[in-house]
């Protein structure tokens, strides 16, 4: 059973940085496509980057210029690093496999943007 765990949230100041990271207890990062996805109180979980096998991304528009995301294979993590944080991207960040597996989701980690 395959356990993901994110880490590196925390409070910032609006214009802030986080860098998020996602382990996993096996090498599904070499198999699968990486999702990072985000769920802000009151609203679904929304997909904000992908990384595929092959190393191409794409983001949402909303983190478009803000967010990259990598990976490293050896350690089994990905990492979602982000830029001039805005409170809208206050919300619960979760890695999984892209599309996304139900029984990998994880706890997240809360980041919070905030004067």
């Known amino acids: 059973q395959v356990q993901l765990a994110e880490s590196g949230g925390g409070l910032v100041q609006p214009g802030g940085s986080l860098n998020l990271s996602c382990a996993a207890s096996?090498?599904?990062?070499?198999?699968?496509?990486v999702g990072w996805y985000r769920q802000a109180p009151g609203k679904q979980r929304e997909l904000v980057a992908i990384?595929?096998?092959?190393?191409?991304?794409n983001y949402a528009d909303s983190v478009k210029g803000r967010v990259t995301t990598s990976r490293d294979n050896a350690k089994n993590t990905v990492y979602l690093q982000m830029n001039s944080l805005k409170p809208e991207d206050t919300a619960v960040y979760y890695c999984n496999t892209h599309p996304p597996y139900t029984s990998y989701w994880g706890q997240g980690t809360q980041v919070t943007v905030s004067s």
């Open positions: 990384m595929s096998g092959r190393g191409s991304t």
């Open positions: 096996g090498s599904i990062w070499r198999l699968y496509a």
